[in-house]
């Protein structure tokens, strides 16, 4: 039995190994070390007094808070199948740019409000949000011990389901996010996904509404693919000649039964303790199996989805240029899979999650501090930007997506110099989105993420518009009712500018956000071709929009 040590900045544990399955994407079994999770001693947490400081485990001089990614241990060995084990996320960046000089601002009666905040109270609030990551982090690796007990009994019972060992991304999301959601956690199957075809989902098939999703599609079995048959159905192509498809409905009901007699076992075993794991959120027809599962003092739920996974092309970016803001070939690295989960009993439909988790984890790995400012945000999200009724209008997710979106929009370093600013960055795409709401899905702009009850978007925006303004009024913690935004007098034409028609991509790109920023007396530019590019939007504006005096 080997012994591995893994290290973080909050906490330091022994791990025995052991061998463990794992399988290509054809489903040839092959042997490798991987992390035994039932018999990990669990993480030593420091007490208070002695944990470090946020601050003093900063990526640079800037005080920026340590990289999320930097309280996670490396990657279980047995990644998806096919897939390339992964090294663990990146360490944060050591790396500091020089502060740039002042520079003028635009012409607002306001106080600048970036500025009236004071860069000490910024750093304030993201040292306390980043002090709980790393009691998260042990919660979720908790909880995640009790979830592969089951999918390891599941695998035994019937090996077409799968264990991916690799978890980071999910623990990488859940230390991120600050509200309970959902974990969702992936199953794949042992199927040649490749030798799939996929094929548009017939209403005629589904039997339900999941056909009128987005990307909705049937996977076709071709008589090469053997062992599946019990798992399959038969449908009909355009030319009314019967196929067999692999029929999501089946493939659910067959993993819930399994993990139903995985929970049962593991109790009679004594592997589960009283109050380890609830099942009453496994509901008939659902689309995912939720578990709520105990991890330290809190209950975490997992959303256990059968996945089906195939080689695809890299999504066509309808003329944005590839990968700018981000790593070289970090798009073909996350896009790289195609991820299908249920939508209905009969249809399928593509998943982004784990590429957008990818796309965030290549996000940590540049300079600045942008996950920090994601970290803010969701705080106050979490916080004082919820309705009345405790209900998000904004979620976790919407914000994973601004962020992506701002470092493509803002690819120059300089953006990213300090905490402040960068949560300006975040805060206009985030603004423009709330005032047309319309939020395009960053690998498919097509796709609107902002459907749904429009009054609460509009409830919404003046909270954020708000912040804004006054940042100083929310940069603090409290458990009592959230912040109001009364008394913070709105711009008209600030918000005239975000309500420009957003028509065919019109005023989504840096220099049309570049205007905002300075209006928001938050842009600090030096680079005179942006500079010029942004005067020159800005007196057009001026002369459009009937507001501006």
Known sequence: MLQRKHSCSFCTFWTPSRLALSTSRDGAATLHWAQS????????????????????????????????????????????????????????????????????????????????????????????????????????????????????????????????????????????????????????????????????????????????????????VPSVVTGVGDWTSTGTTDRMEQIRCLAPGKVLQHLKELLVSAIVQCQRRSLLQPGDLSAENLKEGAMELSLLVRGGWRTIRFDVVPVVRRRQEIPRLDGRQRDRGFPEGTLQKATGDAHFVPASNHCWRPSTHLPILKLLWAVDTLQGPRLDSLRLLEQLRSQDWREEDGRDGLTFNHLKMVLLWSTELFPSPEDWQDLEGSVYRLLVVLLRCLATQRLPHFLHPEQNLFQGDPHRLASLYPKVEAFAWDPARFLRFHFGLPTRADGVQADPAFRALLQLPAKDGAHWDTAYFDVLLSQLQVYHIQDATRRSAMSCLLNKLRRDIPLWS
């Open 37 to 220: 999770h039932q018999s990990r001693v669990q993480a030593t947490t420091l007490s208070r007094h002695t944990m470090p400081s946020a601050l003093q485990c900063s990526r640079g001089d800037d005080g920026t808070a340590p990289s999320p990614a930097s309280a996670l241990p490396l990657a279980r060995p047995g990644s998806h199948p096919g897939a390339t084990p992964q090294p663990g996320l990146p360490p944060p960046s050591t790396r500091s740019l020089p502060a740039l000089p002042p520079t003028e601002l635009s012409a607002l009666s306001r106080a600048a409000p970036a500025m009236a905040a004071g860069g000490c109270r910024w750093r304030s609030c993201l040292e306390v949000v980043s002090s709980r990551q790393g009691q998260r982090v042990q919660h979720f690796q908790q909880a995640e011990d009790i979830l592969l007990t089951l999918l390891e009994h599941i695998h035994a019972e019937e090996p077409r389901f799968l264990v991916d060992y690799s978890r980071n991304l999910e623990a990488f999301e859940f230390v991120l996010c600050a509200s309970e959601d959902a974990v969702v956690v992936e199953v794949p199957l042992r199927i040649d996904g490749d030798a799939l075809r996929v094929r548009p989902c017939q209403p005629t098939d589904s039997g339900s509404a999941g056909h009128g999703q987005l990307g909705a599609c049937s996977l076709e």
